[in-house]
């Protein structure tokens, strides 16, 4: 499968990788074909990896993962260009986070909105599917990696690209338990985990930790 | 011990029955001592139940629950009265949900500020500690409901006060695993939970489950 990563942060690049050690054609996409991180990536990760502009990501892609710091998702994404994001899957695995005041860090928008609506309203031809955001990078591709059994929430208007993105999930990454929790208005919730993921990061002293939903 | 419990909700009453069931002395307070919910409470549970104003509540507890609705939190810890609040310690189990706008409901305080911390600054001679609002109350008398071991979070200022209601919750209601995660300000992530748990409630058709950290 060929898939379209954008943003070259921690999240992108070990996504980015994983994907292509599973199999697949991965192209990250930044600002710039300059990118040197990006540049260094594809180099690294070697075939099947290649990089270029947000919008020869997005035009690469099947499908499309969203990995751009929350603050500038909206601003990457006009960059790929709604044409190339039309019908396409967008994984959102962006959170709004503000760090600008410090931490814990604040979210950008919440409560009565999210990132995730902001992006579905922004670019409505877009199956938006909001998931991985709960999780540190390295749970995100190696849920082993934390004991036991731990669950991902994801949301989307979608139906069908929900079920779509649950199997890859387990597929890519091996997630057992993924929780659909409703349509994209749902990423309010996922999003305002945050805060107390960031609490329970710096009492457990690791990021390497997940929610399990216990009945 | 002498309870005081404020508010007459079902999370007041629960927890006040409860708690008269494992030998203590709850008085349920109200705005007003012909509260007539109060009054069948106290009747109902018996023997070392009884009810009056949020004044005497807060007189009569040793320690003092607060279990009204949040978006009257602040008017009716002020008609306790700070005198008689003041050196108390404080267990806010409230949570600031407007329903104003139906379901699902949208937090009154939320991101840069909680309604822990309001009550803290608003009451600073009082002990607040953070707990029991990410849980149903059923679940929070009951932990024993939910199979498998899951988590509370607590925070607040006062460390030894953090300490006595982590006895507390274990010995009143068989609380095993308390989180914690720091200073007041973090109920911000306690109470920013509700929005993804109020989505799990309607999506897993029960308000009993509760999240269990794994790492």
């Known amino acids: 499968m060929r898939i379209g ?33 990006a540049a260094d990536w594809a180099r690294g990760v070697g075939a099947r990896a290649s990089h270029g502009t947000f919008a020869e990501a997005a035009r690469f892609g099947e499908v499309l993962l969203n990995c751009t710091a929350g603050s500038n998702s909206l601003e990457a994404l006009a ?30 928008v919440c409560n009565t ?6 992006i579905q309203r922004a670019f409505p031809a877009t199956r938006v599917v909001k998931a991985l ?6 749970v995100m591709i190696e849920p082993s990696s934390v004991a036991g059994a731990h669950d991902l929430f994801i949301c989307g208007n979608d139906a069908e690209a929900k079920r779509a993105v649950t199997a890859w999930l387990r597929e890519w990454f091996g997630w057992q338990i993924v929780h659909d929790v409703g349509d994209i ?7 305002m985990i945050l805060p107390i993921w960031i609490r329970l990061m710096l009492t457990l002293g690791t990021p390497r930790f997940n929610f399990h939903i216990q009945r």
Do not use: C, W, Y
């Not at 967008?90 to 709004?96: F, K, R």
């Open 5 to 37: 990563v954008l943003g070259t942060g921690v999240v992108g690049q070990m996504l980015g990788g994983k994907l292509v050690a599973v199999g697949h054609e991965v192209r990250l996409g930044a600002r710039s074909t300059t990118n040197q991180k």
């Open 79 to 108: 960059s790929a260009g709604a044409d190339n994001l039309a019908d396409r899957i967008l994984i959102d695995v962006a959170n709004p986070l503000d760090f600008s005041r410090g931490m814990p860090p604040t979210l950008t």
């Open 113 to 118: 909105d999210s990132l995730g609506e902001q």
């Open 133 to 138: 955001n709960t999780v540190n990078a390295a």
């Open 185 to 191: 208005t749902a990423a309010r919730g996922t999003e």
